[in-house]
């Protein structure tokens, strides 16, 4: 069978960093290891190509050459991959849709005339799908019934298919589901609250692959929260420490992981072993009733500031998500928020609205409570939140516009990154005399990333007004951080993306907000006008 695994675009957004991916000369932050897993599950004798619609276009004789066309995608990339459905179905393509936005909203999926309908977790439905089609069936929706598939038996992605040098980052996967149970969230609806991982062997292979293909940079471990089971993590990283050591430190490693990794030493140490270098946390706010509210319960028994820096103190450069708009916030939680973020030194803080995600448990509270505007939420930084919440939209919004302008003014963004380096300079692990006997990897002179060292002394040390707080703080690094100097030069460059990106946050937001009040003062003219005619006929009567 000859088929098209095609990757749908995504929209601008906090992460796309088109601005920074340009400067080292690549055209996306990660790969599609959601597709590269199917095509790893599907019959190895089907002949398969991968498109990437945020590398490349799809060809004329690629849309040809395919009998099936299989697409992928999460909720954000919903615009252009119901477009490539349509598309797909115009040249007459049998066409099968699966991921976590079709899991999601089927529906919407199945309404552009999609054959195949591939949902929950590909372990259980691809077998499923591929035996329908050997049995000839002409359409299908295959679901897993709840059930969660071992993913030790998981096959290593076919990384074969990519193409490395358009990708900043490569990722692998070691665990599925997260054992909290934040309200607002999508991710143990999709996946569960058993921390499910594959074994330490396996990832070892996995990276093995990656090895032998010749990556050789930053690898995402995309968990959602790799320390979901602390003990099968612990066995992964003592593993790990060995193989990467002898491989000459070929690697380094990002990830998302719970607040409560503060609490472990042990963890964060065997973390820093490996070559982890950041770890994204899911902080959301700092006001601790909308914590309660939200049912993230783990962020509230230690102090929160006490735990992110405990974290950057051991070694790992923190990057944290945060929310605004919850039930029962009071006013000024955009400002408290800000306020956190530079206590805390964070130089990357994604900052959103709260979205009500198909079914969770926020959505179902929503529903019951009549609050619900839109099913359809999108996850992105430019859309208003999707239900009524309990204070007025407009003040929300007003207060995250300005949250926004203010975490990435180039100045405090500046001085919160080099705060940021200068404690994590200080950190146990980057201060270990150096062992001369160790073997390095060999990685080839990467001329993009000298390119891109100059136009970032260029722009950062030249042309904008902080030019010479960035060469003090330059300086300070040489003396006090020598080893951490290119990552901090690699997150100062971030700026870039920021000073475009929260200008289309204010420009979207603010021009959504004015839809908003005059739908509503119509709303309110509209029952008005009711009231006063109900009055009028009753009179009459
Ligand atoms: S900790 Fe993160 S992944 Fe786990 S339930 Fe909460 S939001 Fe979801």
Redesign the pocket.
């Known amino acids: 069978m000859k088929t098209l695994l095609l990757y749908p675009l995504f929209p601008k957004s906090f992460w796309s960093f088109e601005k920074t991916l340009e400067l080292v000369g690549r055209k996306a932050q990660l790969p599609p290891l959601g597709l590269i897993t199917v095509a790893a599950i599907l019959p190895q004798e089907w002949e398969l190509k991968l498109v990437d619609r945020n590398i490349e276009d799809v060809t004329e004789a690629q849309w040809e050459w395919a009998e099936l066309v299989i697409l992928s995608g999460m909720i954000v990339q919903k615009e252009d991959l119901l477009a490539q459905v349509q598309e797909a179905k115009r040249r007459g393509k049998k066409v099968a849709v699966g991921g976590p936005y079709a899991t999601a909203l089927y529906k919407e999926v199945e309404a552009v005339g999609v054959d195949y309908l591939i949902l929950d977790e590909g372990e259980i439905t691809i077998p499923m799908f591929v035996e329908a089609l050997e049995k000839g069936e002409q359409t299908g929706m295959f679901r897993s019934g709840g059930e969660k598939p071992d993913v030790t038996t998981t096959p290593i992605p076919r990384f074969d298919l990519l193409d490395f040098s358009a990708y900043e980052q490569m990722s692998v996967q070691f665990s599925r589901g997260?054992?909290?149970?934040?309200e607002?969230?999508d991710?143990?609806v999709l996946y569960g609250r058993k921390s499910r991982t594959k074994t330490p062997q396996q990832m070892i292979a996995e990276l093995e692959k990656l090895y032998e293909l010749g990556w050789r940079r930053s690898i995402f471990m995309v968990d959602?929260?790799f320390i979901?089971n602390k003990r099968n993590v612990k066995l992964l990283l003592k593993e790990l420490a060995p193989w990467i050591a002898d491989k000459g430190d070929p690697f380094s490693f990002n990830t998302e992981a719970?607040v409560d990794l503060a609490n472990d030493q042990e963890l964060m140490d065997l973390m820093t072993e490996c070559n982890f270098g950041a770890v994204f946390l899911?902080i959301e706010t700092p006001d601790t009733d909308s914590l309660s509210v939200t049912q993230?319960y783990?962020n509230t028994r230690d102090p929160l500031s006490d735990s992110v820096n405990k974290i950057i103190s051991s070694g790992l450069r923190v990057i944290a998500g945060f929310i605004i708009g919850f039930d029962g916030e009071k006013t000024g939680a955009g400002d408290r928020i800000v306020s956190f973020v530079e206590k805390t030194t964070i130089p990357l803080a994604f900052f959103s609205m709260l979205q009500a995600l198909p079914d969770t448990a926020l959505t179902h509270r929503l529903i019951k409570e009549g609050r619900l505007r839109s099913e359809s939420a999108n996850i992105n930084q430019t859309t208003l939140m999707n239900f009524v919440p309990t204070r007025p939209l407009e003040e929300i919004a007003s207060e995250y516009i300005n949250g926004f302008w203010s975490l990435y003014d180039p100045e405090k963004f500046l001085d919160r990154t080099y705060r940021h380096y200068r404690i994590l300079g200080e950190a146990p692990c980057h201060n270990k005399p150096k062992d001369k006997t160790k073997k390095r990897a060999k990685k080839p002179l990467d001329w993009m990333m000298v390119r891109a060292l100059f136009i970032i002394l260029w722009r950062q040390g030249i042309l904008r007004n902080t030019r010479w707080k960035f060469w003090g703080y330059l300086f300070d690094m040489y003396r006090y951080n020598r080893g951490g100097i290119a990552s901090y030069l690699g997150v100062c460059a971030q700026i870039e993306h920021f000073i475009e990106y929260r200008q289309i946050v204010k420009d979207e937001i603010e021009a959504q907000v004015f839809q908003y009040l005059q739908q509503e003062a119509l709303l309110a003219q509209n029952q008005q006008e009711a009231k006063v005619n109900i009055e009028a006929m009753n009179n009459v009567a």
């Open positions: 997260c054992p909290f149970q934040c607002f969230c991710i143990i959602d929260n979901g719970s899911g993230k783990q």
